[in-house]
């Protein structure tokens, strides 16, 4: 069992950036592929970026691609996704997500972080 715990949502201007980070607990961490993604209210959950349980590939979303970073930290469990030249359209509740058996189901889910960019 895996629980994540997003942080370092907020609001900010457009243009600007936040960092927002995912703490994972359990030790099988480092084996899950791990993914972030946003919903805002009335649409449909949709993927932003997601990262292979060793680091190596990383996966964008075409309307982020360029703005946005994932990395993690197997030794500390974390996640991160650098958001930069933030546009309003980001807005959202920003999830994160780890796919235990990296098969392209996530299995496991925070409880999310809002991001809200005013233009």
């Known amino acids: 069992q895996v629980q994540l715990v997003e942080s370092g949502g907020g609001l900010v201007q457009a243009g600007g950036s936040l960092r927002l980070s995912c703490a994972a607990s359990g030790r099988t961490f480092s084996t899950y592929k791990m993914g972030w993604f946003r919903q805002v209210p009335g649409k449909e959950r949709e993927f932003v970026a997601a990262?292979?349980?060793?680091?190596?590939?990383?996966y964008y979303a075409d309307s982020v691609k360029g703005r946005f970073t994932i990395s993690r930290d197997n030794a500390k469990n974390t996640v991160s996704l650098q958001m930069n030249s933030l546009k309003p359209e980001d807005t959202g509740v920003y999830y994160c997500?780890?796919?235990?058996?990296?098969?392209?189901?996530?299995?496991?889910w925070g409880q999310g972080t809002q991001v809200t960019v005013s233009s």
């Open positions: 997500a780890g796919d235990g058996g990296n098969d392209g189901t996530y299995d496991y």
């Open positions: 990262i292979s349980f060793s680091g190596y590939s990383k």
